[in-house]
């Protein structure tokens, strides 16, 4: 074994899968290891190059690997799906692994510390209970629509529900009323829980430079900061802000042949929550320029007059992707470009 200079490494929850090659591609070993073998055995192989695909526990056994001194190479699974030689198995996936590692234009992805692991799961859990919240409301708001109680969407109007039901001459079946109670109970430990998280996120992204630098840009707050920080990999990873654009799914998806260009909607094949979240920061800049005349002569004036507001809204998402990349890269704060203009 003393010739192996990559191991493809098949990750599980109790058995894993090892594939050692040499430099010139020709298999050393390929052997299942359980999970209190994995570390012991990497530790006796020579500093070489461990893949494995980008999946769950993936970026923990990545930093324990590291730690080795072996240097970690993370792939998108849909990166070595085409490597997968006839039947899936264990003893295939790790193969492929090795062989989509050593390609010289294969892409990676960047080993996540703990840290930006336990912010994304603080992210997580919010976008989790906020969801929760939202299904408990809608199925509240279905069953009084059942019996005459109806009010608008959102949270802020479960006050309508609550007085409804509250009411002294409600004709509402007691039943009704105590089965509507519980959902009440339930949305407002979810509000309270939802409220103590957001917190925890405002004070995380105080303590670093680079999330006090994101808050200074139009449309992004504290939840958005720290996505950002959580689930994006350092900036000099992207050679230019449309890379990092690109990455998030914030460009046109391309059906280009024999030549011709073809553009279509956007691509969506990226980092959601970090999309999600500046698409929405960026339709709050839109609603307030509909109300309020944004600059004459600005790009979101020239903008809003002649394109759909939803539109407008994803370009301007896309500006502020590349904004984000602009800032962090050259360690730079936010130039309002109507202030720099004039």
Same mark, same amino acid.
């Given at each position: 074994?003393?010739?192996?200079?990559?191991?493809?490494?098949?990750?599980?929850?109790?058995?894993?899968?090892?594939?050692?090659?040499?430099?010139?591609?020709?298999?050393?070993?390929?052997?299942?290891?359980?999970?209190?073998?994995?570390?012991?055995?990497?530790?006796?192989?020579?500093?070489?190059?461990?893949?494995?695909?980008?999946?769950?526990?993936?970026?923990?056994?990545?930093?324990?690997?590291?730690?080795?001194?072996?240097?970690?190479?993370?792939?998108?699974?849909?990166?070595?799906?085409?490597?997968?030689?006839?039947?899936?198995?264990?003893?295939?996936?790790?193969?492929?692994?090795?062989?989509?590692?050593?390609?010289?234009?294969?892409?990676?992805?960047?080993?996540?510390?703990?840290?930006?692991?336990?912010?994304?799961?603080?992210?997580?859990?919010?976008?989790?209970?906020?969801?929760?919240?939202?299904?408990?409301?809608?199925?509240?708001?279905?069953?009084?629509?059942?019996?005459?109680?109806?009010?608008?969407?959102?949270?802020?109007?479960?006050?309508?529900?609550?007085?409804?039901?509250?009411?002294?001459?409600?004709?509402?079946?007691?039943?009704?009323?105590?089965?509507?109670?519980?959902?009440?109970?339930?949305?407002?430990?979810?509000?309270?829980?939802?409220?103590?998280?957001?917190?925890?996120?405002?004070?995380?992204?105080?303590?670093?430079?680079?999330?006090?630098?994101?808050?200074? /840009?139009?449309?992004?707050?504290?939840?958005?900061?720290?996505?950002?920080?959580?689930?994006?990999?350092?900036?000099?990873?992207?050679?230019?802000?449309?890379?990092?654009?690109?990455?998030?799914?914030?460009?046109?998806?391309?059906?280009?042949?024999?030549?011709?260009?073809?553009?279509?909607?956007?691509?969506?094949?990226?980092?959601?929550?970090?999309?999600?979240?500046?698409?929405?920061?960026?339709?709050?800049?839109?609603?307030?320029?509909?109300?309020?005349?944004?600059?004459?002569?600005?790009?979101?004036?020239?903008?809003?007059?002649?394109?759909?507001?939803?539109?407008?809204?994803?370009?301007?998402?896309?500006?502020?992707?590349?904004? /984000?990349?602009?800032?962090?890269?050259?360690?730079?704060?936010?130039?309002?470009?109507?202030?720099?203009?004039?």
């Amino acid at each position: 074994m003393d010739g192996v200079s990559i191991v493809g490494l098949d990750l599980a929850k109790r058995v894993f899968q090892a594939h050692g090659a040499c430099s010139n591609g020709h298999v050393i070993f390929r052997k299942k290891l359980s999970r209190s073998q994995l570390v012991a055995f990497l530790a006796r192989q020579p500093r070489c190059i461990v893949a494995m695909e980008a999946c769950a526990s993936a970026h923990f056994w990545g930093r324990a690997i590291r730690d080795l001194g072996h240097e970690v190479r993370l792939i998108p699974p849909i990166y070595v799906k085409p490597f997968v030689k006839r039947q899936k198995n264990d003893a295939a996936d790790a193969e492929a692994i090795a062989e989509a590692a050593v390609r010289p234009n294969m892409r990676f992805v960047e080993v996540k510390s703990q840290r930006q692991q336990a912010g994304a799961m603080v992210f997580r859990t919010r976008d989790l209970l906020v969801r929760q919240r939202t299904q408990l409301i809608n199925a509240l708001r279905g069953h009084l629509a059942e019996h005459g109680v109806v009010a608008p969407q959102g949270v802020t109007n479960v006050r309508i529900l609550e007085a409804a039901i509250e009411e002294a001459e409600t004709s509402l079946d007691l039943l009704i009323i105590e089965t509507a109670r519980l959902y009440l109970t339930q949305i407002a430990s979810l509000s309270e829980q939802i409220v103590t998280l957001e917190k925890v996120l405002q004070q995380e992204a105080g303590k670093a430079a680079t999330t006090a630098r994101l808050l200074t /840009v139009p449309g992004i707050g504290h939840v958005t900061a720290m996505a950002i920080e959580a689930f994006a990999p350092p900036m000099e990873t992207f050679r230019r802000g449309r890379d990092f654009a690109a990455w998030l799914g914030l460009v046109p998806i391309q059906r280009s042949t024999g030549g011709k260009q073809v553009l279509g909607r956007t691509s969506k094949m990226g980092q959601r929550d970090i999309r999600r979240l500046l698409i929405t920061g960026a339709m709050t800049i839109v609603r307030w320029a509909s109300r309020k005349a944004p600059p004459e002569g600005s790009w979101l004036s020239r903008m809003l007059e002649r394109k759909p507001r939803m539109l407008v809204a994803i370009a301007l998402a896309n500006k502020m992707a590349r904004s /984000v990349w602009a800032m962090l890269t050259k360690d730079e704060d936010y130039r309002n470009p109507v202030a720099v203009a004039a």
